[in-house]
Structure formats: structure tokens, C-alpha cells
């Protein structure tokens, strides 16, 4: 008889489960795939002692993160800012390669994850980048810019490097950096080719500057009650 009852924490989600004789080795084993398969993490657990025998038992399941408080939530979304002006310090390539993760974690169309990104830390790369329109000069100053591309052949490319923008800035703020989305229209995206050697067929949807800040912006929600419909759309 097995129990994994872990205490002190909240059921999210139930699972059926099949199981093989002997339990207790088996079943430990597909769990495992379950964790992952999951990716983020899932542990399985029972209500009762489970009897070793063919069959099948109830597993309950939960994120091992377990789920934030409202405001942390909040404070989550509403601690990014864009931020301007950045210390000279570098980014670790850990950071950053936990940056690209929390980018690449976004959804995207069919999962067609048309993505690319390139991180420029060459200087002048990046003076050349900052003067592809008069806002992204900040580019310059930064010690790294996030070009952020998606395959043009995707046909919801724009949303899903939207998506996996909004992750990357969402990341860089709780990881106490900041950054910018800076918007690169068609005809700008043209001198950003030419700069970084892109081809054709990628989009240009906008460039990240990012790193230490230099300026301290208040977390804001900008939430307006009127922005939120209640089942019809009301006239204000
Ligand atoms: C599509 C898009 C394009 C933007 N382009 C620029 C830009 O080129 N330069 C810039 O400094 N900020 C740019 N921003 C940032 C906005 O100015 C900023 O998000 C807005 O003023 C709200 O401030 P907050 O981000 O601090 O909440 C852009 C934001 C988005 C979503």
C-alpha cells in the first residue's frame, strides 16, 4: 500500500490513471512521464493508499509552483514598465538565455512558433540600430537590443511575436531589468535587413533594448473600469 499524500497543498486538477502490477514501482515510473511531458512540473498524488493490482486510480495533480497570490499576480504584470535609460552592466548569457525560454514559452498559431530572435551586443550594430527611426535610439546606450522576427509565411506571425514580446518584457521586469518594445513598421524593418543581415522573408516586429535600469518607474495597471464589458457591449 503506497500514499504520496503531500500535505498543505491545494488539489488543482484530477487525473485517471492507469496503473500495472506491482504498483508502487510502476507507478512512480508514468508519473514521472507525466512531469516530463508537463515540463513545468506536475506531481501526482492520491486521496487514499493505493492497492497493488492492475487497475486504475484517481490521481490528483498540481503545478509544484502552486499558485500565486492575487497580488502578486498583479504586481507580476504591473512591475513592467518601459524603461529607457540602462546602468552600463552587462547581461549574463544565463539571464538571457532565461529570457529567450520565457519568450519562446508564448503561445502561437497552429504552434507554429514562427519566431526568431537575435541578441545584439555589438556596439555598433546597436548605434546603427538606434537610428533606424527617432525612438529606438535608446538602443544605443543599452547593453544588449532584442531584435525580435517571425517567418512572414506564418500567417499569424505578427501575434506570435506579440506574444512572445510581451513574455520576454513581462520576464526581463521580474528578473530586475528593464526594457522597451520599440515598433519597427515594413519600410524601418528594411534597414534592420540590411543591418543584421535578415533575410526577406523574415519580419521585423520590433527591437528590445534592455538591461540595468537607470530610471525607476512606478508599477502601473492603467486599469479603467469602463474598458470592460459585462456580457453585451455597453455605450458608454
Ligand atoms: C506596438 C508598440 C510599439 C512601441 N514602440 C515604441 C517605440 O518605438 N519607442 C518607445 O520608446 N516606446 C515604444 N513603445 C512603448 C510604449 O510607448 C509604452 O508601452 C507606453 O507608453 C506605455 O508605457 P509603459 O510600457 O511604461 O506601461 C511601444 C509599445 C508598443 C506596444
Redesign the pocket.
Known amino acids: 500500500m503506497i500514499s504520496w499524500k503531500k500535505p498543505g497543498l491545494q488539489w488543482s486538477r484530477t487525473l485517471l490513471y492507469y496503473y500495472k502490477n506491482p504498483a508502487p514501482l510502476n507507478i512512480r515510473g508514468p508519473i514521472s512521464q507525466i512531469q516530463e511531458r508537463a515540463e513545468v512540473g506536475l506531481f501526482a498524488d492520491t486521496d487514499k493508499p493505493v492497492q497493488p493490482s492492475v487497475g486504475f486510480f484517481i490521481c490528483k495533480v498540481h503545478w509544484r509552483g502552486e499558485t500565486m497570490e492575487p497580488k502578486e499576480v498583479l504586481d507580476f504584470f504591473c512591475r513592467?514598465?518601459?524603461v529607457?535609460r540602462y546602468l552600463k552592466k552587462a547581461i549574463p548569457d544565463t539571464t538571457l538565455d532565461l529570457l529567450m525560454k520565457s519568450a519562446m514559452a508564448a503561445p502561437s498559431g497552429n504552434n507554429a512558433q514562427p519566431w526568431a530572435f537575435i541578441i545584439v551586443r555589438d556596439v555598433k550594430l546597436k548605434e546603427e540600430l538606434s537610428r533606424v527611426?527617432a525612438?529606438?535610439y535608446?538602443a544605443n546606450e543599452a547593453p544588449a537590443a532584442i531584435v525580435m522576427l517571425g517567418d512572414k509565411g506564418s500567417q499569424w506571425w505578427q501575434e506570435d511575436c506579440?506574444a512572445a514580446t510581451q513574455n520576454l518584457l513581462l520576464a526581463a521586469a521580474n528578473l530586475g531589468l528593464g526594457a522597451?518594445?520599440?515598433?519597427i513598421k515594413e519600410d524601418q524593418a528594411k534597414a534592420v535587413r540590411k543591418i543584421l543581415g535578415i533575410p526577406p522573408e523574415m519580419g521585423v516586429l520590433?527591437i528590445v533594448p534592455i538591461g540595468y535600469p537607470a530610471e525607476s518607474?512606478s508599477p502601473?495597471t492603467?486599469f479603467r473600469k469602463d474598458k470592460v464589458h459585462w456580457d453585451r457591449f455597453t455605450k458608454p
Do not use: I
Open positions: 513592467r514598465r518601459s529607457r527611426h525612438w529606438v535608446m506579440a522597451v518594445w520599440c515598433g520590433c518607474l502601473n492603467k
